[in-house]
């Protein structure tokens, strides 16, 4: 009880302290379109992998391409966990428990725990920010991190999900998103070792 407690309080604080009149427009954007704001940071990672070379002579493409499918495969896994977790945890959502909440999108009908958009989010930017460690500089991999972040947040923001319920999304999405980049990564080593072997 004492963590459900401290679990409003958070949410009724960043519900209500931080609002302001930028974040009430920013915020139901990056929770409906954010993860559009991805798509220049894949636009110039492809071209960063096509102009870039390994020792080989080899450009990086297919492996950004690979980086790109392991990241689109990680939100479909992330999805079916997301589904299956809340229909088994069963929380309602906090503006359909807690009063005085500042609504200003419509409250969903799903349950709330985990978050969907942080699962998600950060299963698809993971692969990106560790498959392509290569070829694109630490300071552009860090965007697409810091724009999961924001629209993690953007949840707690508009009152419809408990921070808890982000961080287990958040810390889920990570898992699988670095589970599978490890696996392809493993499963790719041992190609190019037969290759060579």
């Known amino acids: 009880m004492m963590i459900q407690s401290l679990d409003a309080r958070l949410l009724l604080f960043v519900n209500h302290e931080t609002a302001n009149g930028f ?49 689109s495969s990680a939100v479909f896994l992330a999805e079916v966990t997301e589904s299956l977790l809340k229909e088994a945890i069963a929380r309602p959502r906090p503006c359909r428990v807690i009063e005085g909440i500042r609504l200003i999108i419509a409250c969903p009908r799903s349950f709330s725990m985990p978050s969907g958009h942080a699962i998600s989010s950060f299963a698809f930017v993971l692969p990106l920010y560790y498959l392509t460690r290569d070829y694109v500089a630490a300071h552009w991999r860090l965007y697409p991190l810091l724009l999961a972040g924001a629209i993690a947040f953007s949840r707690i923001y508009l009152g419809v999900h408990y921070p808890t319920d982000v961080l287990a999304g958040t810390i889920l999405g990570i898992g699988i998103g670095m589970g599978l980049s490890l696996l392809y990564e493993t499963a790719a080593g041992k190609i190019v070792k037969r290759k060579t072997g």
């Open 23 to 71: 974040f009430d427009v920013l915020m139901p954007a990056l929770s409906l379109s954010g993860y559009l704001l991805v798509i220049p940071f894949l636009l110039a990672t492809l071209l960063w992998a096509a102009k870039r070379k390994r020792e080989t002579g080899r450009t990086y493409l297919p492996a950004a391409i690979a980086a790109l499918l392991i990241a």
